[in-house]
């Protein structure tokens, strides 16, 4: 008999679908169908058990090929490697879960390393804005349950949060909106007429880059001040029009995705579409959302905000001090200055999404990849750790985009002897504190400069 | 021209870099305040850092001369290049620094008084916090200049930045006081999020210049290439700007952002284009 698994978490989207039913079969070995997920989250699941798995850690070898080694030989390599670095960088963790997260953090407070998740190439200008000027927000039910007006700016759930729109947003029938999609105005901005703008009752196609204008324009409606005719490609009386739209709703939720975070201006786009989201409460209530990009992207903003004041791109060299400033100690920005002489990608992949430049300059210096696929940044690693995938074979806690924590679930082991992400980061903080004990037995006085306030 | 204070008592301590750091040199150690009072042997062993390695500046510069016995009156001259040396003057608060050529981020961040010359180019987050002093800058300047840091909605209080090329983006966020002189053009984002202070651009602005504005001043001579739709013409009037008087089109704003009221007035910030 085939086995059935239901409430099952989605390891792909910041949505984080937990309706999902997963069917096992009989020894447990294999996953047969997946209910109620996208196509991606479907196939993040069948690829699971559908193909050949890498089942040991891979080092690269002087001939250029790799050549499987033991999980005890790879984590002494990384320790040492992050042991002997100036600066090393560690990176990732868009797909694992905040235990592993937790972990990592440690051997980065560890080694003296830089920090980072996805986010310094996503949604990391939005904390910018947040810091800047606050974060008017609400979770995913309450916009379903009350939003009648939806407005999807520099986003394209349609295809980046496939069940997006059908849960939360457009289409769902809520507590006070009964009516389901026929009670909901959908206002879409957007240079590109996409997928979600088909959906739309009101689209803007807004000016490339010029987003921040827009925001002003409606602001300044919004206060009753006069705009010019056009402005950022949109005519004045369309603009008076989706401001009276706004002002008048019983309650709104802008999402808003990279058009925002990553066109000219960055955190100000965000923060301007904040202060009208702000203006707007003037008249009734609006909130504001980021539409996160993975299942646990979230996470690290949290677990790291926790741990050390700061939700990416820190910098722990000093290790008594956390130190982070998106500019300098941002992944890209690192890569790109060369002040980073050592990288660990995990759980994302550095080597599709980065730019080639900057995946020149870490390629000067180690580069390891945990990650329990196949990847780019896998085949160009000089160590491949192969890890269980987070909501498939490794259970963990995620955030989802609307900062609520959800307890994922596993519905079958990984492959034999496969260890977790949050098992490596522990093994490998073991292996750093006995190379700094043997540093220390060796010689006392040189493990002194090591950074600590060592004999302060 | 007289100048008893400084021929009295001032003494030059000269680094020459000489023996480059592999990654990026934090140098938060040279400052006037940290040098004074200290013989050359004792500035040679100040800290450093380079990643999380810490070390003797001596290691990477050679040092000649001592420093006076107040930070008022040591003058620091950097020779060599210094483009991968980050923080140099940072929280100085007297003294002055010269450096020869180009330097990396932060230099003059959070200061507080005194001089820092930098006669080549500057990267980003230069002045960032200032509070006081003055930073002048040659060449061009990164981004972030006299902005506040991350988190920080009390920017630039005080002091005075020339940049005399161009500088990049986010220039003067949430300045709140102090001046801001560039000869050259500036990238977005100038005074976003304003509360006072001037801005003085003598190139041309590529746009968002003022938005979120409350209060302060910017002058603009030459065109800008995307106005901002919140900022409103009220007039021409004549102003002295930098020593000397001009013609600008006066604009308020940024209407979409909230405004005081004083003395029964809303206050709003200025925007002047030379005609």
Known sequence: MSKKVENVGCPYCGVCCDDLVVTVSDDGKKILEVENACAIGNQIFHHATGGERVRLPRLRQPDGTYKDISYDEAIDYAANVLYKAKKPLIYGFGSTNCEGMAAAAKVAEKAGAVLDNCASICHGSSFLAIFDNGYPSCTLGETKNRADVIVYWG?????????????????????????????????????????????????????????????????????????????????????????????????????????????????????????????????????????????????????????????????????????????????????????????????????????????????????????????????????????????????????????????????IDPPEGVISDEEVFERIHKRLCELEAEEVAKEPVKAAPEGVRVGE | MQHNEVIRSMKTVTLTLTNPSELLLEGQNITPDNFAAKKAAEIAT??????????????????????AATAADTRIVLRGDCTRVKRIGQQMTAGEIVIEGNADMYIGGWMKGGKIHVKGNVDSFCGIGMEGGELIVDGNAGHHLGASPRGEWRGMKGGLIRVAGSVGNDTATFINGGTIIIGGDADIHVSTHGEGGTVVIKGNAKGRVGGQMVKGDIYVYGTIENPLPGFKMVGEVEQEVDGETALFAHYIGDLGERHPISRGKTVYANLYTRI
């Open chain 1, 155 to 411: 986003a394209n759930p349609a295809h980046a949060h496939p069940r997006h729109m059908s849960r939360y947003s457009i289409f769902p029938r809520g507590f006070f909106t009964g009516k389901g999609h026929k009670s909901r105005k959908i206002i879409v901005v957007d240079p590109r007429h996409t997928d979600t703008a088909q959906v739309a009752d009101i689209y803007l196609q807004v000016q490339q880059g010029h987003d921040y204008e827009l925001f002003d324009a409606f602001r300044a409606v919004v206060r009753g001040h006069e705009i010019p005719d056009v402005v950022a490609g949109i005519r004045r009386e369309q603009i008076v029009e989706v401001a009276d739209i706004l002002k008048k709703a019983r309650f709104g939720t802008i999402f808003y995705g990279m058009g925002l975070c990553h066109s000219d201006g960055r955190n100000h786009n965000v923060d301007i579409a904040i202060s009208l989201t702000r203006d707007l409460n003037d008249f009734t209530k609006w909130t504001i959302m980021a539409m996160r990009g993975h299942y646990n992207i979230t996470g690290p903003g949290a677990v790291w905000s926790w741990q050390y004041g700061y939700p990416y791109c820190l910098d722990l060299t000093k290790r008594d001090i956390a130190h982070m400033n998106p500019g300098e100690t941002s992944s890209i920005d690192l890569a790109m200055r060369d002040e980073v002489d050592a990288f660990i990608n995990i759980g994302t992949d550095a080597g599709a999404h980065f730019p080639i430049d900057a995946v020149k300059h870490l390629r000067k210096h180690p580069w390891i990849t945990i990650d329990p696929n196949i990847c780019m940044a896998s085949e160009i690693s000089d160590l491949h750790i192969p890890v269980g995938i987070v909501g498939v074979e490794v259970p963990g806690i995620v955030y989802r985009m609307d900062n609520v924590p959800i307890q994922y679930r596993k519905v």
């Open chain 2, 46 to 67: 100040l800290d450093v850092w380079e990643g999380k390695q810490k070390g003797p500046l001596g290691n990477y510069f050679t040092v000649a001369g001592d420093g």
